[in-house]
Structure formats: structure tokens, C-alpha cells
């Protein structure tokens, strides 16, 4: 069995893999860092949760698009100057509070009242 060290935001993952799929891995590992990357320089270090969100989002918008049909492009193209910035709100908002945070329970608020 094969192994990768993929590194994303300073942090090193190590990924198994299938022999001889080392090379695609490694590939895939580093178009991600790429995207992260650039994400860090837009926005700065907003965690690395946030960064790999953002950028899942990007790769599956361009997946998205790919898969889209060519008569599909000019509508595409409307929707994306619509909502140029959202991934600059989408950094800037605070997450969801956890699910275990006893502080986002409204039923623990309301004992403790």
C-alpha cells in the first residue's frame, strides 16, 4: 500500500493510498494546497477548518461548472458577478457554535434559568 505526505497550511497529512496511485495523490494534494494557499493570502490565516471549507467549496463550484452544459455558460457567468465577495462574507462570518457547546443548547439555557 502507498502513502502521501500532502502539506496544507503548514500542517503535514499523511494519506494512504493504492499502489501506484502515489503520483495522482500527490498531484491532487498539491492543487489543494494551491487553493488554500491563495486563500491564505486573501484572507489570512482564518484557521484551518475555514481555509479547507473555502476551498472544498472552490473545487466543487469548478467541478460543477465543468460538468455544466456549454448552453449553460452565459447564465453562469451572470450568477458568478451576482455573487462576486461571497466567499469574502463566508470567511468574515462567525461559525456555527458547536453541537456539543452546551452554550448553543437553547434546552441547557433554558434549565439553567
Do not use: H, W
Amino acid at each position: 500500500m502507498g502513502q502521501v505526505s500532502v502539506t496544507l497550511n503548514n500542517r503535514t497529512y499523511r494519506i494512504g493510498c493504492g499502489d501506484g496511485e502515489e503520483q495522482r495523490l500527490s498531484e491532487l494534494g498539491s492543487y489543494l494546497a494551491t487553493k488554500v494557499d491563495r486563500l491564505k493570502e486573501e484572507f489570512g490565516q482564518i484557521g484551518d477548518d475555514r481555509l479547507l471549507v473555502m476551498a472544498a467549496l472552490i473545487i466543487v463550484d469548478e467541478l460543477f461548472e465543468a460538468r455544466e452544459p456549454a448552453d449553460a455558460g452565459p447564465k453562469r457567468e451572470r450568477e458568478k458577478r451576482k455573487g462576486r465577495g461571497s466567499a469574502a462574507r463566508a470567511s468574515e462570518a462567525d461559525p456555527d457554535p458547536a453541537p456539543d457547546d452546551p452554550a448553543s443548547d437553547s434546552t441547557a439555557a433554558k434549565g439553567a434559568a
